[in-house]
């Protein structure tokens, strides 16, 4: 059973997700809460396998809230936004969360991601994700993070991260470089420890940052 959190300050909102998710036989809500003060608590408290994350409320919003319950416990960020290109969505994403979805993402696309997210993926694809960064970096912002921390990775590991960052999956990468997905995954994993990063989605905003791919690369 796929235990879930509700995070939305629109009670309407909350019934519609609750309604949804309460269909599932494989889901529960557990808990809802309209702020992320209260998320944050609520979520300590359940431990929750995912927390489905409205990013713009009152008193702590949903960024910080993310980065709190991402430090604190292993429950999963899923982030709901209003908007396609939201700058808080993309902060959500630095912050920890596996990914985001629209507010008006069908039913079962929502369940999915779901499903998806408490498997330990993230739902976000990669492009969705250089347009984010593409719009809120920009070409000439230059990079956010030392680039020297990419030095812990051999440069196979260097390439593979490249691919990841321009949304080509295993599969691809394996075609690429003409290596077998399992040693393509082996990199991805040890991509992923070496830079203490949650998942691909997190690996593409990090090669952004660091300048390792720049906007309009792809």
Do not use: C, W
């Not at 949304?167 to 394996?174: F, P, V, W, Y």
């Amino acid at each position: 059973m796929i235990r879930v959190v509700l995070v939305d300050d629109q009670e309407l909102m909350r019934v519609g997700f609750r309604m949804v998710l309460g269909a599932q036989e494989d889901m529960e809500v557990v808990g809802e809460a309209g702020n992320g003060r209260d998320a944050v608590e609520l979520i300590e408290r359940l431990r929750p396998d995912v927390a489905l994350m409205d990013v713009r409320m009152p008193v702590l919003d949903g960024v910080e809230a993310t980065k709190l319950i991402t430090e604190r416990t292993a429950t999963r960020v899923l982030v709901m936004t209003t908007f396609d290109l939201d700058e808080y969505a993309l902060s959500a994403l630095r912050s920890g969360a596996s990914g985001f979805l629209l507010k008006d993402t069908p039913p079962d696309h929502l369940v999915s991601a779901l499903r998806s997210v408490a498997s330990g993926d993230a739902v976000v694809s990669p492009s969705v994700t250089r347009r984010l960064l593409d719009r809120f970096l920009g070409s000439g912002s230059g990079q956010l993070r030392d680039a020297s921390m990419l030095d812990v990775l051999t440069e196979r590991e260097r390439e593979v991260l490249v691919l990841i960052a321009h949304g080509l999956s295993n599969t691809e990468i394996a075609r690429k470089l003409f290596l077998s997905e399992a040693t393509v995954k082996t990199h991805v994993g040890r991509v992923l420890a070496k830079l203490d990063l949650r998942d691909r989605v997190q690996a593409v905003v990090l090669a952004y940052e660091t300048g390792l791919v720049r906007p309009g690369d792809m």
